[in-house]
Antibody, heavy 117, light 110 residues
Framework: EVQLVESGGDLVQPGGSMRLSCAAS????????MHWVRQAPGKGLVWVSR????????SYADSVKGRFTISRDNAKNTLYLQMNSLRAEDTAVYYC??????????WGQGTLVTVSS | QSALTQPRSVSGSPGQSVTISCTGT?????????VSWYQQHPGKAPKLMIY???ERPSGVPDRFSGSKSGNTASLTISGLQAEDEADYYC??????????FGGGTKLTVL
């Protein structure tokens, strides 16, 4: 069974940093593009970042470019999102998803990041 | 980056058909055949329903179909069922290696 489990979400102060992880099971992530998508409380989905299968290509939404870094460890079957200089507007549930470069066909249940003093 | 435009809500009775629109620009929806649709029930993760405008992943009922005309993509759900009540989001490739979601549409089954 394909499974994605996000972790690392927590309460952090504005300006702080946090690293999210997404552990995959039931498949090997090395064959897939991987994405991070977030959803602020009561709001819609917002695409954050994606990375290709071997990690050589990444892209970011303008709102997080220069602050967030996506990476992957195919040997550990795990995706990461390093988030720096966090702002209140980064508060959201963060989902990881596997898929193609333009689609996520399987999603995790999400991890909540709260940025507040 | 502006979100794609979706109606806030649509509704239909069981057995009826509903269509949800997703309007972008000639730089995103109109430029690429990379529109996806996701279903999200409250408190749950999104589920892929349509990709590449009109392709259906295995396991998704054929009551769900997608299309595109110009800068507007559409998701049509025929033979509405109670379990179809959910939020629906479109997503398009927007060039410059970026993806963009719509604001979401709440489907109510009357």
């Amino acid at each position: 069974e394909v499974q994605l489990v996000e972790s690392g979400g927590d309460l952090v102060q504005p300006g702080g940093s946090m690293r999210l992880s997404c552990a995959a099971s039931g498949f090997t992530i090395s064959g897939y593009w991987m994405h991070w998508v977030r959803q602020a409380p009561g709001k819609g989905l917002v695409w954050v970042s994606r990375i290709n299968s071997d990690g050589s290509s990444t892209s970011y939404a303008d709102s997080v470019k220069g602050r967030f870094t996506i990476s992957r460890d195919n040997a550990k079957n795990t995706l990461y999102l390093q988030m720096n200089s966090l702002r209140a507007e980064d508060t959201a549930v963060y989902y990881c998803a596997r898929g193609k470069s333009t689609t996520g066909d399987s999603w995790g249940q999400g991890t909540l990041v709260t940025v507040s003093s | 980056q502006s979100a794609l435009t979706q109606p806030r809500s649509v509704s239909g009775s069981p057995g009826q058909s509903v269509t949800i629109s997703c309007t972008g620009t000639s730089s995103d929806v109109g430029a690429y055949n990379y529109v996806s649709w996701y279903q999200q029930h409250p408190g749950k993760a999104p589920k892929l329903m349509i990709y590449d405008v009109s392709e259906r992943p295995s396991g998704v009922p054929d009551r769900f179909s997608g299309s595109k005309s110009g800068n507007t993509a559409s998701l049509t759900i025929s033979g509405l069922q109670a379990e179809d009540e959910a939020d629906y989001y479109c997503c398009s490739y927007a060039g410059r290696y970026l993806l963009m979601f719509g604001g979401g549409t709440k489907l109510t089954v009357l």
